[in-house]
């Protein structure tokens, strides 16, 4: 393959911004195109704040499996399956299955810890050589199990992932709630925690634009913004982007990072990637005297907690198969409701705000799709529920893969 001297990025979420900067690092001219009035304003910008570097587990698995029937007849109000039925998902949804096992769990959660491992020291590098605020803090992390069952379950994987290096250790309620006084309030009981005392914080969407700013001004990156890609058109030495407006850009290569709506883009191409939405709501409260300072997920309810500052964000919620962005007052109700009856002193839940909702981009065994299917396209998308965790790794990986070949 010839060097690449120039690359258009298509998403400036933070996957694309992470992407770019992999790739302006190591001499590439970058231009960044984004549908979006400005950077990180899809499934970047009210995810969970929190950069799980150890909690990498695939959705995918034989304890999800024997859900699918309550999950499917809408009885789990933390996460619903909704119908569909053309080609593309169900081709997702049997692959998806063909996941659900314990050896493939195993297998794709490991392979996500090696890539989170990768972003984590990718971030500490970018941070030695650039100064860049967003609220990034080390907080540590609990992952709270309702009953005995889940909390032994979740002990087997936290014993998984210390054989690999991880340092992640159980606690029984009284130790967690020494440590993160806050668990004093909770509102119902807990059998027990598992607790990664380096886990990381950030603000994902300030990040992206204060990023997008270092890149262009000192890599000279650009930006187009409000930049809708409708078509991409590949040769072997060159591909082409068709903006809706008619516009042509032209580059060595184009590398997709559009999350959620890289699979429908890509079909174009005659690439089949599976990606498929999955919904995830979020909001933000003024944080209280007893609003927890670790971060905190409540495994059950699939909520997490997150302080930054004075304020609380709360996301949570998994809608499989729900493709609108639109905010439906129904599931964020479920989301506020759920988030009362599992911390209900942990923030101001009478002064929500920016209630928000996003598409992640699921693939069936919950690995981002870092790949270069021909000399004049690539790809980095579906990351799931860790774009903030994977980003950077996975920009770097990506410019390995483009720069190395």
Known sequence: MSKIRTALIIGAGVVGIASAYALARRGIAVTVLDAMPGPAMGASFGNGRQLSYGYTDALASADLLRKIPRLALGRDPAFRIYPAFDLASIRWKLQ??????????????LASLQLARKSRNAMAALLQRHEIEFGHRTAGKMLLFGNAQSFARGCEIMNMKVSNQERQMALSPDVAREIEPALNAAGSTFAGVIYAPTEETGNAAVFSENLADILHREYGTSFRYDARVCKIATDSESARVILDSGEELTADLAIVCSGAAAGKLLRKTKVNTPIYPMKGYSFIAPATAASPEV?????????VFTRIGDEMLIAGLADLGDDSSIVRPDRM????????????EAADYDATRNHWSGLRPMTPNSLPVIARPSATLAINAGHGMLGWTL?????EQLAELICES
């Not at 998806?96 to 959660?109: G, I, M, P, Q, V």
């Not at 109700?333 to 209900?344: N, T």
């Not at 980003?391 to 920009?395: H, I, L, R, V």
């Open 96 to 109: 998806f299955l063909a996941n659900c096992t314990e050896r493939k769990f195993r297998k794709n959660s």
């Open 333 to 344: 109700a479920d989301l506020i409701a759920s988030a009362r009856a599992s911390l209900p």
């Open 295 to 303: 971060s905190i997920t409540d495994v059950a309810r699939k909520l």
């Open 391 to 395: 980003a950077m790794g996975s920009g």
